[in-house]
């Protein structure tokens, strides 16, 4: 009896000793802790070894995925890339890197180095395109929860047009741990797509409907077009009144950006021209080689850049500050010479003038080209005036912003020289009535010289601001000259509040015109509003009493 019952106690303390040999063999082979589905990433990337099929591969590579451990982000993108392989002798499954007969390998999990191994002894775990677009997808599910909140939101951009209702729980613990307000908006947008494509209640789907009206972009427009004929009466209606608000959405967003460009454009013109309001209102000059003064700005920024490139290009950055004084001065200068040489000896005669500015450009454009060549040249971008930055469905570029902030400050500056210095008032005597100045005493001829100078100097100021968003060649002033004289007699000769509102108007209908009549029709329709309008309006917007009118 006794013996008996020894041999009762032995069996179940085998017994015993077996199940719990099991328990802490599954606690131990899940490193002691449990993840989303309580899975075991080892077991499951030791899955991917042997022959599988391609739907095989796509299962394990989910179940990796549901684990939500970042540890197995090396072995989903090792698959994605080709470097996934296991053994042919013990199914080991391996990353595997390099080329040759040899393979440097590390374990998937741990990262851990496991030595080269005989590329004949390995074999590639088999992928095709849907798998790697597959790896993609489901990575950025598993970044949701990263400390780094830029991959957070890289996660969640990813995960919006893809989100699946296997996803729902997921997002759901990313926004509740989430503190970024943008981050979590971007997550709440995802779990909406991925509610919206779920078999849940009508009414938490036309919920979700509202919270991607809200977002208000293409990429919601086009995830609602999809449900515009659900079988739900109550979401597809809300989908349709969605694509329609949003259409409302993009559609004004559209016209501010088209506003903006104007802006922008305008600025550029307004810098271009605003030289050529100067001499032609002072003067009444028409000079053709205005556009090389700007090329000529332009060139002196190249040449300021390279020369910090080779002796200080930790001050790089700061070029634009030491080429816009630069520019003024040397475009100045040839102005100044350009009038005490040639021009003072045609006032009075304006189609000699015009053809001797317009020989003069040649020369100008011609030396150029001896000097630098005829090809482009790279001027960069400090970094201050590089990137963008999104206004609600609107890009703004940083360069364009501050080029409109200085076309403005340079408009504040002259405006103030024009009207509150000696030198302002001489100029404005001038334009006037040129002989009562000359009776007061006022040296006319020096006063031409200067203005001139003035004109031509502020020309090649523009060409500094022009060269950060064109390209900086020999023909760079003629895209402008045209359109220069077009801003001054549509504002009004000599008035620099005239100039102003022509560059801005001609700009914002110029980018109005484009997508209806392209950009060259565009520049042709505005050239005749402008002539037709000159015909009720010969002095422009704003009249000024020029030389050539009796006070």
Request: glycine share 10%; hydrophobic share 50%.
């Amino acid at each position: 009896m006794l013996t008996e019952l020894r041999a009762v106690l032995t069996g179940f303390l085998e017994v015993l000793a077996v199940a719990l040999a099991l328990l802490a063999g599954a606690f131990l082979a899940t490193g002691g802790k449990s993840f989303a589905q309580g899975a075991d990433p080892a077991a499951i990337i030791a899955g991917f070894a042997g022959k599988k099929s391609f739907e095989e591969t796509e299962a394990n590579l989910r179940a990796l995925a549901a684990t939500g451990d970042p540890r197995v982000a090396p072995t989903m993108d090792a698959l994605a890339s080709g470097d996934l392989y296991y053994s042919k002798t013990d199914n080991r499954v391996v990353i595997a890197t390099g080329r040759g007969a040899t393979l440097a390998a590390i374990d998937p999990l741990t990262s851990a180095p496991l030595g080269d191994l005989p590329k004949a002894s390995l074999e590639k775990v088999r992928v095709k395109n849907s798998i790697r677009a597959l790896v993609a997808e489901l990575k950025g599910a598993l970044t949701l929860g990263s400390e780094d909140p830029a991959e957070r939101m890289r996660a969640a951009s990813s995960l919006f047009e893809k989100a699946a209702p296997d996803q729902i729980a997921a997002l759901d613990g990313a926004i509740t741990k989430e503190s970024e307000p943008a981050i979590r908006t971007r997550f709440e947008e995802a779990r909406a797509v991925a509610v919206l494509r779920s078999d849940r209640p009508g009414a938490e789907r036309a919920e979700a409907v509202k919270v991607l009206a809200t977002r208000g972009d293409r990429t919601a427009q086009n995830v609602l077009a999809g449900f515009s004929n659900d079988a739900d009466p109550a979401v597809a209606k809300a989908a349709t009144s969605g694509v329609s608000a949003i259409a409302d959405t993009i559609a004004f967003w559209g016209q501010a950006q088209n506003i903006w460009y104007g802006i922008s454009l305008g600025s550029v013109l307004l810098l271009a021209a605003i030289g050529l309001a100067i001499t032609f209102g002072v003067m009444g000059v028409i000079n053709m080689a205005h556009g090389e003064m700007v090329m000529i700005g332009a060139y002196t920024t190249f040449v300021v850049q390279q020369a910090l490139r080779a002796n200080a290009p930790q001050w790089l950055d700061y070029s634009l500050a030491l080429a816009l004084p630069l520019a003024f001065l040397v475009a100045g200068f040839v102005g100044f010479v350009m009038e005490r040489g040639i021009i003072r000896f045609l006032y009075g005669r304006p189609l000699e003038t015009l053809l001797a500015t317009f020989g003069v450009s040649l020369i100008l454009q011609q030396a150029v080209r001896t000097i630098f060549g005829p090809t482009n040249r790279e001027v960069s971008n400090p970094s201050w005036m590089s990137g963008s930055s999104e206004v609600g469905l609107m890009s703004v570029t940083w360069n364009r912003l501050w080029i409109i902030v200085f076309a403005l400050a340079v408009f504040a500056a002259l405006l103030f020289a024009l009207n509150r210095t000696s030198a302002g008032l001489k100029m404005r005597a001038v334009t006037q009535n040129r002989r009562m100045a000359a009776a007061m005493g006022i040296r006319t001829p020096m006063v031409d010289a200067m203005t001139f100078a003035l004109g031509s100097g502020i020309a090649g100021m523009a060409g500094v601001a022009l060269s950060q968003v064109d390209n900086v060649s020999p023909d760079l002033g003629q895209g402008y000259i045209i359109d220069s004289f077009m801003v001054v007699v549509f504002g009004g000769v000599g008035n620099l509040w005239g100039t102003l509102v022509g560059a801005m108007s001609l700009g914002i209908l110029n980018k109005f015109l484009e997508p209806y009549a392209g950009a060259v029709l565009g520049k042709i329709v505005v050239l005749v509003l402008i002539i037709l309008f000159i015909q009720k309006r010969p002095r422009g917007l704003f009249a000024l009493k020029g030389r050539f009118v009796d006070a």
